[in-house]
């Protein structure tokens, strides 16, 4: 009987710590796939931009305004030209700043994005 109950000890001892090492697994791997940066022994949850080179303008926003959220952000357009962004669907990010994998400031909160139109060869 004492044998039995050791191993029922052992084997649900093994469980617990498969689970915990699962569970420390997965958080790291969570916290990337939702765009934030965790900082060890922190609350830091700085933003990284996304690549939105070549997405239409309002997918890119969307994109952008995911990894921020519920923040509001400075989204600043470059046109060729100076031309007036009237309608984000009739527009290409053709570049972006910060760079894709930059963190995104907390002080400045401001996203600029390089706009073409989709017939275009040359970035504003």
């Given at each position: 009987?004492?044998?039995?109950?050791?191993?029922?000890?052992?084997?649900?001892?093994?469980?617990?710590?498969?689970?915990?090492?699962?569970?420390?697994?997965?958080?790291?791997?969570?916290?990337?796939?939702?765009?934030?940066?965790?900082?060890?022994?922190?609350?830091?949850?700085?933003?990284?931009?996304?690549?939105?080179?070549?997405?239409v303008l309002k997918h890119a926003i969307l994109a952008v305004e995911k990894v921020t959220a519920p923040v509001e952000l400075n989204i600043g357009t470059v046109a060729?030209?100076?031309?007036?962004?009237?309608?984000?669907?009739?527009?290409?990010?053709?570049?972006?700043?910060?760079?894709?994998?930059?963190?995104?400031?907390?002080?400045?909160?401001?996203?600029?994005?390089?706009?073409?139109?989709?017939?275009?060869?040359?970035?504003?």
């Amino acid at each position: 009987m004492k044998q039995r109950i050791m191993a029922t000890v052992g084997a649900s001892c093994a469980v617990v710590a498969v689970a915990a090492g699962a569970i420390g697994v997965a958080g790291p791997a969570a916290a990337a796939r939702d765009g934030k940066v965790y900082t060890s022994g922190s609350n830091d949850t700085s933003r990284v931009m996304p690549d939105v080179d070549g997405m239409v303008l309002k997918h890119a926003i969307l994109a952008v305004e995911k990894v921020t959220a519920p923040v509001e952000l400075n989204i600043g357009t470059v046109a060729k030209g100076d031309q007036p962004v009237m309608n984000q669907e009739d527009w290409v990010v053709c570049g972006q700043s910060p760079k894709k994998g930059a963190t995104i400031s907390h002080e400045t909160l401001k996203v600029t994005l390089a706009v073409q139109r989709p017939h275009d060869e040359t970035c504003a």
